[in-house]
């Protein structure tokens, strides 16, 4: 019978097991503080979303049609192809109804009577 004189401690199977997940688990979390999961994972954008800025420039360029009181351009407000994809008009993009928004006096107030009728009946001709 022959005995191998071992000198040396063997590596247990489990031992390279949890070494090899530790290392998995330090690049995850070096990935997570330094970004890389965002470069990584982030870039699954959506091809049809709207940019906020064009929400923001049509939103203004409603606003703008609203304070002037130029219901014609409310209601074909010519937004480009990705934009009227998403919103049909100005009501939709920023929630307001032309007669209860844009027939106001100067304070900012509601106009009432004949002063709104005036508005509505101006805002259609």
Do not use: H
Not at 76 to 98: H, L, R, S, W
């Amino acid at each position: 019978m022959v005995i191998l004189n071992k000198k040396g401690m063997d590596i247990s199977l489990n031992f390279i097991i949890l070494a090899v997940l530790a290392l998995i688990a330090l690049i995850v979390i070096a990935l997570f503080f330094t970004g890389g999961l965002t470069n990584l994972f982030g870039q699954t954008e959506d091809v049809g979303s709207i940019g906020s800025e064009k929400v923001a420039l049509y939103t203004a360029k409603c606003n703008f049609y609203c304070s002037s009181r130029d219901k014609t351009a409310w209601n074909n407000p010519q937004f480009p192809e990705d934009v009227a994809a998403a919103y049909q008009g100005c009501p939709q993009i920023t929630g307001k109804d032309y007669d209860a928004s844009c027939c106001n006096d100067a304070s900012g107030k509601l106009l009432t009577g004949q002063d709104l009728s005036d508005c509505k009946a101006a805002a259609t001709s």
